[in-house]
């Protein structure tokens, strides 16, 4: 049997290897309701691992999120905006919401990726929010890209 030489080839050559981005919660969500029973504040730094965006999301303490506009209706179907998305919709809340993060549908797909690490739920639940907001949600982007 022959043997086939194998010459070891340097990082080098091909340039640097991009950082591997996986979308992960880097801290906890710590957040409180406001007076007017809708609206919350975010009390700490929350960070997300984005592999939409290719970088981690800062979003800062003060910032007020809704965490969905779900209706009420359809939480029977998927939950509660502050339940097993809450962390998926305050970031979602973040890229819509703040000039130069995302574009609308980068913003979704922000979403999304974000609630498949959130939590085990069903892919109906989640394919259901997501097109939500694909469908519902362009009035309310304000990301401006």
């Given at each position: 049997?022959d ?84 962390k ?47 469908v ?10």
């Amino acid at each position: 049997m022959d043997t086939i030489p194998i010459t070891p080839i340097s990082p080098s050559e091909f340039g640097p290897a991009p950082p591997l981005w996986l979308p992960t919660y880097l801290s906890p969500l710590i957040a409180e309701p406001l007076a007017d029973g809708i609206h919350w504040i975010n009390h700490e730094r929350f960070f997300f691992e984005s592999a939409e965006l290719d970088r981690i999301l800062c979003i800062p303490p003060g910032f007020i999120t809704d965490f969905a506009s779900t209706p009420r209706i359809l939480w029977t179907l998927v939950g509660a905006p502050t339940g097993w998305y809450s962390k998926a919709a305050m970031t979602h809340d973040y890229c819509f919401d703040t000039p130069g993060v995302a574009t609308f549908h980068q913003s979704n797909r922000v979403f999304r990726e974000a609630m498949q690490i959130s939590a085990t739920h069903n892919a109906l639940q989640q394919w259901a929010l997501y097109e939500g907001v694909q469908v519902f949600g362009r009035s309310s982007y304000r990301g401006g890209l």
